[in-house]
């Protein structure tokens, strides 16, 4: 079955930067688009970046532009977010996202992705 693992999550100060790594087995994972989505406490899930299947095209929320950098390794059958300059308003857990469908595009709503990992922890110190 699919499974996905992130890590890479902690505590960092705000201005800091922390890459985390989704690991994904189960199935071929060239062949599915992947997301990064995000949740802070008392809050919706919602989208931060997403990237195709060869990795060539990528889109953010107009939040994380221009800090955030999603990248995927099809080799190692892993996707990863750069995240630079953050900041305390960053602070949530950090879920990624597979696609169960063929196509092209990015895909950036919550439920376009039919599987997801555990989460990993992100905070942020002012």
């Known amino acids: 079955q699919v499974q996905l693992v992130e890590s890479g999550g902690g505590l960092v100060q705000a201005g800091g930067s922390l890459r985390l790594s989704c690991a994904a087995s189960?199935?071929?994972?060239?062949?599915?688009?992947m997301g990064w989505f995000r949740q802070a406490p008392g809050k919706e899930r919602e989208f931060v970046a997403a990237?195709?299947?060869?990795?060539?095209?990528?889109g953010y929320a107009d939040s994380v532009k221009g800090r955030f950098t999603i990248s995927r390794d099809n080799a190692k059958n892993t996707m990863y977010l750069q995240m630079n300059s953050l900041k305390p308003e960053d602070t949530a857990v950090y879920y990624c996202?597979?696609?169960?469908?063929?196509?092209?595009?990015?895909?950036?709503?919550?439920?376009?992705?039919?599987?997801w990992g555990q989460g990993t922890q992100v905070t942020v110190s002012s």
């Open positions: 990237i195709t299947r060869s990795g060539g095209s990528t």
């Open positions: 996202a597979q696609n169960d469908r063929p196509g092209f595009g990015l895909l950036k709503v919550r439920s376009d992705y039919a599987y």
């Open positions: 189960g199935r071929t994972f060239s062949n599915y688009r």
